[in-house]
C-alpha cells in the first residue's frame, strides 16, 4: 500500500491580480515520479513557485497537505525541512559565496531546527564526495561561489548535486532539461533516478517528452488554465508529443 | 577557529548592540568644557614635558580658529564642543606587574568583549594594549616584543620614554593644522598607541588595540602613532566597540603611520562603536582622520570593516611620496538604520611608478546612507604610476542610500587610472533561492552580504576576519525590506 506524500486540493492563487492556479487538485504517493506538462502561461512554473513557499503568489483557496500537515502558510526554509525541494529552471548566482559553504550552512539549518548537532567537517566532505560522484558534479565546481561563471548544463547539475545533498522527500524539477544538451541531459536525469527510493518523489516539470525517456514517470498530468485537465501514464506524453495540446483544451471546453 | 554556529544562533538571539553594557569602574574626569586651562590640566595630568604642551596649546589655538566641516553628506546635530569631558581616566592605584592586580571589574569588561587577556595570549599571539577609555591599563608581550627592539606602548609612554621618536615623527603626517577634528585631536588627545619596528625587523605577532568609550559622555581622543622603519613589516589591528548610550557620543582619533624604505604596514580596523538605536538615537560620532605616507618601495595597506558609528567620516589615506611605493585600501562600510557613513581614501601619488588600489564596498540598509568619497591625486611627478579604484554598492531597502563621490586629478600624462562602480539590490531571487534550501532570510543576507565583501574581508588576519563577519551580520539583522 503506497503512502500519500502530498496532497494539494482545490488549489487558487494569484500573483498581483492575475489568478494563475485556479483549482488544481494532486495526489502524490512515496516512491511515485509525476511529469507535469502543459503549454507555455499554463501555471507550471507557478505550482513550483507555490508549493516552495514564494511569497510573491497569494494563495487564495485550497489547501496544501505535505507528510501530514497543511503548509500552505508555512515558510519556504521550513518546507525545505520538512524535505521539499525545488530544482530551479534559472538557478541564481550567490558571488563570494563557496557551493561547499552554501551546503554546509543549509545543512546546519536544518539539523539546527531539528536539534541534531552541526555536521562535523569530516562527515561532510565525505558526503560531498559521495553525492558529487553520484551526479556526476565536477570537483571543482564544489569550491567556486554557487552557480557563478558555470554553463547552464553545470547549474543544473549543480542543482542535481544539491538535492542529492539534502535527500528531500519531494523533489520538484522546474524545467531542468531546459538548456542541456542530450549528453548532459541524460547526466542529470541518471542523477535524478539513482536518489529515487520508495521514500521519496519526484514531480518533472517539462515541456518535452524527451525528458522523460531517461526519467520515466509513472503518471503524467496535463496543466491548463491553472487546473489539471488530464491525467494519464507515459503514453500520454508521446500522444501530447504527436497531437499538441489542442486537442486537450477543446476536451475541457466541454 | 572557534566560532560556532551555536555562538551564532546566541548572537542573533541577542537582537540588541552586543557590547551595550556600561562598566562600573570609577573613573576621574576632567571638569565639563574646553579652554586652555583644561588643555593644561589633561598635559598636567598626565606628566607631560614642555614640548608636548607647547604642541597641544598650539593645536588649541588652530583649532579656535577653525570651523567644523560642513562637506560630507552627512546630517547630525553639531556636537556641543563645551558639554563634553575631556579627559576621564580610570583610576589607578599603582603601576600593575600582572593580571592579577587588574580591577576584577575591569577584566569582566574584557571578558565580555570577547578579550580575554589570558586566553588572548595563549592562543593567539596578540600583544594586546587595551585602551578603557583613555589611559592604558594592560600592556601583554612586551618583553617578547623588546627583545626585538619592537616598541609597543601607550602613547602616554611613548612621550616619557621615547621624546625623540615622538617629535620627529607625531604631525608629520597629519598635521595639526590638517582639519578641525585634527587639530581638537592635537590639542586634548587623551592617549592611544605607539609603536615603532626598527630596521630590518618583521614584526612577528599581529599588534593589537582594543578602544573602548566607557565613560558616559567622555570624548575619546585616540592618538596613534605607527612607524616601520627601513625594511620592516608589521601588521596592527584594531577594533572598537562601546556600550549604550543615549547621548552621543564624540570620537576624533588621529592615526599616522610612516612607512621607511621598503617597509610595510599592514594596518586593518574593525569599527563598531554604538551606531545609535533603530529610531536613530545615540551613537557614536566617529570623526578620525588616517593617513600614512611612504617611503621608496614601501607600501601601506588599509583594511577596514565599518558597522558602527550613528555618524561616520573617516578617510583612511596614502601618501605615496617614495618611488615604486605602494598604498592600498580595503573597506566594507555598513549602514543600518539612521547610521550616516561617509568614508573612502586618498591616494596621492608623489613618487614615480607609484601603486594604488582601492575597493570599497558599501552596504546599506533600513534608512541609512552610505557614501564613498575618495580622491586619487596623481602629481606631475608620479610618472607611470598606476591607480584602481572598484567602487560596489549593495542596497538592501528602498529607503536607503548609495552615493559614491570619486575625484581624480591627474596631473601626469604617463598615468594609468581606473576607476570601476557597480550599484546592486540584494535580490530576491536569491534569498529564495537560499531560503528553498532551508536557509533562513536572515542568515542569508548573511550569506550573500559576506560573500559580498568577501574579497576585503579575505584581507583581514584571520581572527578578525571571522569577527568582522560575525559583525557584518549582526549589523544587518533584520534589514531587507
Known sequence: ?254 | MSYTEKELKEELDNKSYEFGFVSDIESEKAPIGLNEDIVRLISSKKNEPQWMLDYRLESFRVWKEMSEPNWAHVKYTKPDFQNISYYSAPKKKKELQSLDEVDPELLRTMEKLGISIEEQKKLSGVAVDFVMDSVSVATSFKEKLGELGIIFCSFSEAVQNHPDLVKKYMGSVVPHTDNYYSALNSAVFSDGSFCYIPKGVRCPMELSTYFRINESGTGQFERTLLIADESSYVSYLEGCTAPQRDENQLHAAVVELIALDKAEIKYSTVQNWYPGDAKGVGGVYNFVTKRGICGYRSKISWTQVETGSAVTWKYPSCILKGDYSIGEFYSVAVTNNFQQADTGTKMIHIGKNTKSTIISKGISAGKSQNSYRGLVKIGKGAKNSRNFSQCDSLLMTDQCGAHTFPYIECENPTATVEHEATTSKIGEEQLFYCMQRGISEEKAISLIVNGYAKEVLNKLPMEFAVEAQKLLEISLEGSVG
Open chain 1, 1 to 254: 500500500m503506497s503512502e500519500l506524500l502530498i496532497e494539494i486540493k482545490d488549489l487558487e492563487c494569484r500573483i498581483d491580480d492575475q489568478k494563475i492556479l485556479q483549482g488544481l487538485n494532486l495526489k502524490i504517493n512515496k516512491g511515485e515520479v509525476h511529469a507535469i506538462m502543459g503549454p507555455n502561461g499554463s501555471g507550471k512554473s507557478t505550482l513550483s513557485s507555490v508549493l516552495a513557499g514564494n511569497d510573491n503568489y497569494e494563495v487564495t483557496n485550497g489547501s496544501i497537505n505535505f507528510l501530514g500537515e497543511e503548509i500552505s502558510e508555512m515558510s519556504p526554509e521550513e518546507r525545505s525541512w520538512k524535505g521539499m525541494f525545488l530544482a530551479f529552471q534559472y538557478p541564481v548566482e550567490i558571488p563570494g559565496v563557496s557551493n561547499i559553504n552554501f551546503l554546509r550552512t543549509a545543512l546546519n539549518e536544518r539539523n539546527k531546527f531539528y536539534g541534531i548537532d552541526s555536521i562535523p567537517a569530516k562527515e561532510f566532505l565525505k558526503m560531498v564526495a559521495e553525492k558529487s560522484e553520484l551526479v556526476g558534479l565536477n570537483n571543482k565546481l564544489k569550491n567556486r561561489s554557487v552557480n557563478e561563471g558555470f554553463s547552464g548544463g553545470e547549474k543544473k547539475r549543480n542543482e542535481i548535486f544539491q538535492m542529492a545533498m539534502l535527500d528531500p522527500k519531494l523533489s520538484i524539477l522546474d524545467e531542468t532539461d531546459s538548456g542541456l544538451d542530450i549528453d548532459a541531459l541524460k547526466i542529470v536525469a541518471n542523477g535524478v533516478n539513482k536518489l529515487k527510493s520508495s521514500e521519496n518523489a519526484t514531480v518533472v516539470i517539462t515541456h518535452y517528452q524527451r525528458l522523460l525517456d531517461y526519467i520515466v514517470p509513472d503518471f503524467v498530468h496535463v496543466l491548463h488554465e491553472g487546473k489539471i485537465i488530464k491525467t494519464g501514464d507515459k503514453s500520454l506524453a508521446l500522444e501530447l508529443e504527436k497531437k499538441g495540446y489542442d486537442w486537450l483544451k477543446t476536451d475541457s471546453n466541454i
